[in-house]
């Protein structure tokens, strides 16, 4: 009882099930193959489970390298225009203009500048997350309240002692923020990202499947992409859990 | 001027913009003694206050900690703001530990018994591992003021300490003030814009007024020494108030209990 109770109160699981009730509504009423039922789905999804590790490996891989990529970039370029009153009024109208345009757009210029092979999935999908972190962090410093800063000046603390108990914490919930929006945007340009030039990751298994008309392989695509969302936000709520157990409480 | 003075204000005047918040203010304050400032709306008590803090800079006139400019001073000054500036991301005991971080502490072990003696003297000890959004108004009022006395800071300048409690943690709040200023011996200068609170806390009590003079008064009941000078403290509130040319009542609440 206790299990069946633990499983019940599961908002994960409980999640997943009711997409799975709503699939097979959905290809009950629509009955067109494409759209397979998500049983025949998950059977096939266990034939071809090497494949789709390997392809998840390889998205997995692009997008962790970008954010790391972004991250490094991204905190210290948000910092320094969150400090510095006068290099934000200066950069802010770039970052503003520059943040709603639909970064896929840049894709053939990656493409001319990158060449075809992973640098210019990555530098996409760096592009694309990068404004989000840096505004991100800038919010955070710029949301310190003076009186902290007081704080700091009151105890004589050096710059550095400001960025280690002041800064640097102040904005570890706006860099987790910043990265669960990444997570979502980042998995959706891989999308595009790897529909050319590679025969591995999951956007290309994907779009392959589409072509040969393989819906079941299609939806098993579908399905690992929601499954690598899902991982990446746990993990983060792990991290973040562990980082800033402030916010957790 | 006196001799020993410790905290001094010469012919200090701040301007914001065009228009003079402070102007030539003289004032010297005595080592050990608690000073309440107090004074109508608007005359620069706080201004004041974040002067000798060092956080903004006079337009004229100097102003010296210990015969230091106040920037040579930094680190034997503590201050509390009114809105405490707890980091949220802080602990209780993170917090009261920070100062000594800061001043980079070589000895850990003997600063964790101060700290631990500390938070036994504050009754913060079974909170040590709270954030402040765990804790009480009153709570995270004793984890500011014990983060502004773990370093044993020579000067401490308080901002409304107490202004934001309910009236009984407000008493509580200012007897651990009280006992920890007597005990460390601190220069403290406190802006209140509760009479009661001025009376009870400050030894001397400064009256700001808004030609910048200062009016500086002897608290008829902080006198312990010479008792027969001791007056209630109902009867100093109302001489006090008077001095002010302030006809309000005292909170019945103080007067019940001092």
Redesign the interface.
């Given at each position: 009882m206790n299990i069946i109770r633990k499983i019940g109160s599961s908002q994960l699981i409980v999640g997943f099930f009711s997409f799975i009730v709503f699939w097979e509504l959905i290809n009950l009423l629509v009955q067109t193959h494409t759209i397979p039922s998500p049983l025949a789905t998950f059977t096939y999804l266990f034939t071809i489970l090497d494949d789709l590790i390997l392809h998840s490996l390889g998205s997995i891989l692009r997008v962790l390298v970008a954010m790391s990529i972004s991250l490094l970039i991204g905190i210290p370029a948000g910092i320094f225009l969150g400090v510095n009153k006068k290099i934000n009024r200066l950069f802010s109208p770039f970052l503003y203009y520059i943040y709603p345009i639909p970064k896929v757009a840049f894709l053939p210029v990656f493409m001319l500048l990158f060449g075809l092979g992973n640098m210019s999935k990555i530098m996409l999908i760096i592009w694309i997350i990068i404004f989000q972190m840096i505004l991100s962090v800038r919010d955070g410093v710029l949301q310190i309240p003076a009186s902290h800063f007081k704080v700091m000046n009151s105890f004589a603390a050096s710059i550095k002692q400001q960025y280690r108990f002041l800064i640097i914490p102040a904005i570890l919930p706006q860099v987790f923020s910043g990265l669960r929006i990444s997570i979502g945007i980042s998995l959706a340009s891989l999308f595009f990202a790897e529909n050319y030039a590679t025969t591995y990751g999951v956007g290309y298994l994907i779009m392959s499947a589409w072509t040969k008309m393989n819906y079941e392989e299609m939806f098993c695509g579908i399905i690992v992409l929601g499954f690598i969302g899902l991982l990446f936000f746990k993990l983060l709520d792990l991290l973040e859990a562990h980082f800033t157990p402030w916010a957790a409480k | 001027m006196s001799i020993k003075a410790f905290v001094v204000l010469q012919d200090v005047s701040f301007r914001f913009g065009d228009q003079p918040i402070l102007d030539h203010v003289e004032l010297s304050l005595n080592k050990g003694t608690s000073y309440a400032l107090i004074g109508k709306s608007g005359v620069g008590k706080s201004t004041l206050l974040n002067l000798i803090?060092?956080?903004i800079q006079p337009s004229q006139g100097s102003i010296t900690i210990g015969g230091q400019t106040v920037k040579k001073s930094?680190?034997s000054?503590?201050?509390l703001?009114q809105?405490l500036?707890l980091?949220?991301?802080?602990t209780v005991i993170e917090a009261v530990m920070?100062?000594l971080?800061?001043?980079k502490e070589k000895n850990i072990e003997s600063a964790k018994e101060q700290i631990i003696s500390l938070l036994k003297e504050m009754e913060l000890e079974s909170l040590k591992d709270k954030?402040p959004?765990?804790l009480s108004g009153g709570q995270r009022q004793r984890v500011a003021i014990a983060r502004s006395l773990i370093?044993k800071p020579e000067l401490l300048l308080m901002d409304e300490p107490t202004s934001s409690l309910d009236a009984t943690t407000k008493e509580h709040i200012q007897q651990l003030i009280l006992a920890q200023q007597q005990k460390l011996k601190t220069t403290l200068l406190f802006v209140s814009h509760d009479i009661e609170e001025a009376v009870f806390l400050g030894e001397t009590i400064l009256i700001l007024n808004k030609n910048g003079t200062i009016q500086e008064v002897k608290n008829p009941y902080f006198a312990q020494k010479n008792a027969k000078e001791q007056l209630g403290f109902y009867e100093a509130c109302i001489e006090i108030r008077k001095l002010m040319n302030m006809e309000t009542t005292v909170n019945e609440h103080h007067t019940k209990n001092r």
């Amino acid at each position: 009882m206790n299990i069946i109770r633990k499983i019940g109160s599961s908002q994960l699981i409980v999640g997943f099930f009711s997409f799975i009730v709503f699939w097979e509504l959905i290809n009950l009423l629509v009955q067109t193959h494409t759209i397979p039922s998500p049983l025949a789905t998950f059977t096939y999804l266990f034939t071809i489970l090497d494949d789709l590790i390997l392809h998840s490996l390889g998205s997995i891989l692009r997008v962790l390298v970008a954010m790391s990529i972004s991250l490094l970039i991204g905190i210290p370029a948000g910092i320094f225009l969150g400090v510095n009153k006068k290099i934000n009024r200066l950069f802010s109208p770039f970052l503003y203009y520059i943040y709603p345009i639909p970064k896929v757009a840049f894709l053939p210029v990656f493409m001319l500048l990158f060449g075809l092979g992973n640098m210019s999935k990555i530098m996409l999908i760096i592009w694309i997350i990068i404004f989000q972190m840096i505004l991100s962090v800038r919010d955070g410093v710029l949301q310190i309240p003076a009186s902290h800063f007081k704080v700091m000046n009151s105890f004589a603390a050096s710059i550095k002692q400001q960025y280690r108990f002041l800064i640097i914490p102040a904005i570890l919930p706006q860099v987790f923020s910043g990265l669960r929006i990444s997570i979502g945007i980042s998995l959706a340009s891989l999308f595009f990202a790897e529909n050319y030039a590679t025969t591995y990751g999951v956007g290309y298994l994907i779009m392959s499947a589409w072509t040969k008309m393989n819906y079941e392989e299609m939806f098993c695509g579908i399905i690992v992409l929601g499954f690598i969302g899902l991982l990446f936000f746990k993990l983060l709520d792990l991290l973040e859990a562990h980082f800033t157990p402030w916010a957790a409480k | 001027m006196s001799i020993k003075a410790f905290v001094v204000l010469q012919d200090v005047s701040f301007r914001f913009g065009d228009q003079p918040i402070l102007d030539h203010v003289e004032l010297s304050l005595n080592k050990g003694t608690s000073y309440a400032l107090i004074g109508k709306s608007g005359v620069g008590k706080s201004t004041l206050l974040n002067l000798i803090a060092g956080f903004i800079q006079p337009s004229q006139g100097s102003i010296t900690i210990g015969g230091q400019t106040v920037k040579k001073s930094k680190g034997s000054t503590a201050f509390l703001f009114q809105d405490l500036g707890l980091f949220p991301w802080q602990t209780v005991i993170e917090a009261v530990m920070m100062p000594l971080l800061l001043k980079k502490e070589k000895n850990i072990e003997s600063a964790k018994e101060q700290i631990i003696s500390l938070l036994k003297e504050m009754e913060l000890e079974s909170l040590k591992d709270k954030y402040p959004h765990e804790l009480s108004g009153g709570q995270r009022q004793r984890v500011a003021i014990a983060r502004s006395l773990i370093s044993k800071p020579e000067l401490l300048l308080m901002d409304e300490p107490t202004s934001s409690l309910d009236a009984t943690t407000k008493e509580h709040i200012q007897q651990l003030i009280l006992a920890q200023q007597q005990k460390l011996k601190t220069t403290l200068l406190f802006v209140s814009h509760d009479i009661e609170e001025a009376v009870f806390l400050g030894e001397t009590i400064l009256i700001l007024n808004k030609n910048g003079t200062i009016q500086e008064v002897k608290n008829p009941y902080f006198a312990q020494k010479n008792a027969k000078e001791q007056l209630g403290f109902y009867e100093a509130c109302i001489e006090i108030r008077k001095l002010m040319n302030m006809e309000t009542t005292v909170n019945e609440h103080h007067t019940k209990n001092r």
